[in-house]
């Protein structure tokens, strides 16, 4: 599986293109919806699966856009569900002052689910804690996308709508029984190892 950084993105944040057998997945669509066909389109591949790590708005800038584009369905946990159309749990009145949403994902994800792209797996890991229903995708070649729950130099918030430390402590802790050699993607940052992140993560 491959996987490209189509930073920058809105707000500072990564938006993920994963690759396999001719089907893509985009992680986080907080960059421009074009930029990101063009980059899908270069690689001749086939927009299948738009996967949201969890709710907040600067995670999900094109997520409408891309969805009118292609016609591919949004994924996100149930637990986050409502969060892109309403502008208070996502995060954006509190921010700017101002109403903003989007349009509620089509499908929604729980623990243990598993996507195929191409011939290879994502395994969504629920991990709550910086929202309800964020999570985690665990892909092959040792990919593992952790949105805002874990990053290369902490971990995310837990003061917005839906956070939650005690949950976001076991989460991390959850994380920290996976294999250390994994690299992680994170919502903002630099990858890095696991194993690096969570001994740097003094949260766990």
């Keep these: 599986m491959e996987i490209y950084n189509l930073f920058p993105g809105s707000f500072a944040s990564n938006c993920y293109l994963l690759l396999c057998g001719g089907e893509a997945a985009v992680v986080d669509p907080s960059a421009d919806a074009d930029a990101i066909l063009q980059k899908i389109t270069e690689h001749g591949a086939t927009l299948k699966y738009i996967l949201l790590t969890h709710g907040h708005f600067d995670h ?90 874990l990053f290369d130099r902490g971990f995310g918030r837990y003061d917005l709508w839906g956070g939650d430390p005690l949950k976001l402590r076991r989460s991390l802790a959850r994380l920290a029984t996976l294999d250390p050699n994994l690299t992680i993607y994170a919502g903002h940052g630099c990858p890095t190892d696991l194993g690096d992140a969570i001994d740097n993560c003094a949260f766990v």
Aim: aromatic residues 8%; proline residues 4%; hydrophobic residues 35%.
């Design 60 to 149: 999900i800038c094109s997520l409408d856009s891309l969805r009118e584009k292609t016609g591919a369905p949004a994924y996100i946990h149930a637990g986050d569900a409502d969060m892109p159309s309403d502008a208070q749990k996502n995060a954006f009145f509190l921010f700017f002052g101002q109403e903003r949403s989007w349009r509620t994902p089509e499908k929604t994800l729980a623990e243990g689910d598993i996507l195929k792209l191409g011939d290879e797996e994502i395994r969504v890991l629920h991990t709550p804690g910086h929202t309800q229903g964020s999570v985690c995708f665990l892909c092959a070649d040792n990919i593992l996308i952790t949105g805002d729950t």
